[in-house]
């Protein structure tokens, strides 16, 4: 979250709005969670464990909607090994 929801201000150092006062450290919270699930999808990606990568790449994506947690989720829809296949999902879905 680079604004404020509430005003739009650009959001920087601590959870309140430096414009508005909007105590945004609900928010920053969630968003945090959101990266820690994505890391851990990666983390379980690259341990082999496709189906725990895929759970925990859709519970970021039901946080926050990132790049790099949708990416987890359609690799742990091809698994370790299928590079090639996944390729061919990441370039269909740029149409998406
Ligand atoms: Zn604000």
Avoid at 1 to 15: E, L, N, Y
Avoid at 26 to 35: H, T
């Amino acid at each position: 979250m680079q604004r404020c929801p509430v005003c739009r201000a650009a959001i920087k150092g601590g959870p309140d709005c430096r414009r508005c006062r909007a105590d945004l450290s609900a928010l920053l919270k969630i968003e945090q969670e959101a990266e820690n699930l994505a890391r851990q999808a990666v983390r379980l990606w690259a341990a082999g464990a496709v189906g725990a990568a895929a759970e925990a790449a859709r519970n970021s994506l039901a946080l926050k909607a990132t790049p790099l947690a949708e990416v987890i989720r359609i690799f742990a829809q091809c698994g370790p090994g299928d590079s090639g296949k996944c390729s061919v999902v990441l370039f269909e879905n740029e149409d998406n």
